[in-house]
Every structure is written in structure tokens, then in C-alpha cells.
């Protein structure tokens, strides 16, 4: 037991809760997280799970069934405690209709940072119309230089994550060229019929010029043989056109996630 107020019980994950949570909330047993659930009266009310991202950031994900502040408080303050002395920033994330959580988070100052769309659909059906190949150690230079420019130090890979990521069989990792110079990369990660697109950036003075798209496209084609037929990934409203993008290439919103930052 991590907390206990009255009937109020804040603990660990226990195998007997995995199907109640595949029901409630299957992402959490995706990012493969530190599961915290809070419950009263036996019954489960809020379900968080949280890592460590960097050395600077951690993660948490939290979905309360009821609304019930007091309990929200409780599993919000047992993941910083948790996560205190491992990192200096936590970065929480909550469905936008979420309000007791959102307030939670507010009255403990945590600052609106992201809007997050999750989002999926069936793989793509296209032909790459440039050309794409796979990643080899030469372009890590050029990856690293893109990663800089697009993203902030949240959302960027280091390069030991790329090349930790690249050995997994799983991964997909693809380069994408236009007049023979570097234009872009994508990463997807293919677990049994799904993809998850783990990265994507494309140089500025090479958007809107097909090169996204032939990357999906690309990635698409490869996890189609490895025996995938759906595509889910996240990206935030505040990547310019990134989720208009991902519409076009046939991809839904399936959730709406407000980030909010909360400096330990």
C-alpha cells in the first residue's frame, strides 16, 4: 500500500487488475509504466502509470473514472513522490475532459505545456514518390541536426536512444532523400497487427514537398509485411500542421491529452 485515507487505497498494479485496465485504460499498459491505481471501497477510480523519460524528465499518464478531487489529489501527489529525486520535471498527461485532474494540476501551479492527439487508422495504401531507404550510422549526424531544430528537449532523442532503439528487432528505421542530400526520418515500432510511429521530422526547406508522406507511406509498406494492418501514434497541436498531416493520411483522433509541466 502507497496511501490510504478511510477506505481509500492508493497501490501497485496486481496481474488480476489487467483486464479491468485493457477495459478502462489500455494505453497505460502500453508505455509498459509504473501502474499506480486508486480505489475506495474496492472499486478503481483513478489509474496512472509513470516513467522516467531523461535524466530531466518524467512521465505520468492519469484517467480517473469518477470524478472525486480528493482521490485525484491523492494519486497525483503519490506519483510525484514516486518520481522526486529522479527528476526535475514531471510532465502530466490527462484527457482534456479530465476537469478534477486539470484542477488538481492547476492549484499545484503545473503549467499548460502540450496538447496531445492520439490518433489511428488503418495502414496507409500509397507508393513513396521519394526515395527511402534505411537508416545506416553515416546518417546519425544528420538526424541529430534535425532533432535539434524541430523539437525541444522533451520530445528530442538523444543519440544514445537512437542507436538503443535501432538494435531492436521491431523498429523500423528509414531515411528519406531529396536530391540525394538528407530530407528527413521516421520511426515505427511494429508489435504484433500495430505500428507506432514513434518519430517523424522532415527538414523545413524540404516540407510540404512529399517527403512526410513518403515516409509513411514507406513505414506503412514494411509493417504490412511484418503483419500489421493499423497505425497509432501522438503528436501535439503545437508541431505546426502535424495533426492536420496525419488526416490526410487517413489517421483519426482517438483521444485528446492536455501535458501539463510541474517543476519538482
Not at 137 to 156: I, S
Not at 195 to 219: D, F, N, P, Q, Y
Request: charge should be positive; glycine fraction near 6%.
Amino acid at each position: 500500500m502507497i496511501g490510504a485515507q478511510s477506505s481509500t487505497v492508493i497501490r501497485r498494479f496486481r496481474p488480476s487488475d489487467e483486464k479491468t485496465l485493457r477495459v478502462l485504460a489500455p494505453e497505460m499498459l502500453m508505455r509498459r509504466g509504473t501502474v499506480l491505481i486508486a480505489e475506495t471501497s474496492g472499486q478503481i477510480v483513478c489509474i496512472s502509470s509513470y516513467n522516467v523519460i531523461k535524466e530531466k524528465y518524467g512521465e505520468v499518464r492519469i484517467k480517473c473514472i469518477k470524478a472525486m478531487r480528493p482521490l485525484a489529489k491523492e494519486i497525483v501527489e503519490a506519483n510525484v513522490e514516486a518520481l522526486r529525486g529522479k527528476v526535475e520535471v514531471i510532465l502530466f498527461y490527462t484527457p482534456v475532459s479530465a476537469n478534477v485532474v486539470r484542477e488538481v494540476l492547476q492549484s499545484m501551479d503545473a503549467e499548460r505545456r502540450y496538447t496531445v492527439h492520439l490518433m489511428r487508422g488503418k495502414l496507409p495504401r500509397c507508393e513513396p514518390q521519394r526515395t527511402v531507404r534505411d537508416f545506416i550510422p553515416d546518417d546519425m549526424e544528420d538526424v541529430l541536426r534535425l532533432e535539434a531544430e524541430t523539437f525541444d528537449d522533451y520530445w528530442a532523442w538523444e543519440r544514445a536512444s537512437f542507436y538503443r532503439i535501432n538494435a531492436i528487432p521491431s523498429i523500423i528505421f528509414l531515411v528519406a532523400e531529396r536530391g540525394g542530400a538528407f530530407a528527413g526520418y521516421i520511426i515505427g515500432n511494429v508489435a504484433g497487427t500495430r505500428v507506432e510511429v514513434l518519430s517523424l521530422a522532415v527538414r523545413k526547406e524540404h516540407r510540404r514537398t512529399g517527403i512526410g508522406t513518403a515516409l509513411i507511406c514507406e513505414l506503412a509498406k514494411r509493417a504490412r509485411e511484418m503483419g500489421a494492418h493499423e497505425m497509432v501514434l501522438q503528436t501535439a497541436e503545437e508541431f505546426t500542421g502535424s495533426v492536420e498531416f496525419y488526416r490526410k493520411m487517413k489517421l483519426r483522433t482517438a483521444g485528446i491529452f492536455e501535458v501539463y509541466a510541474l517543476p519538482l
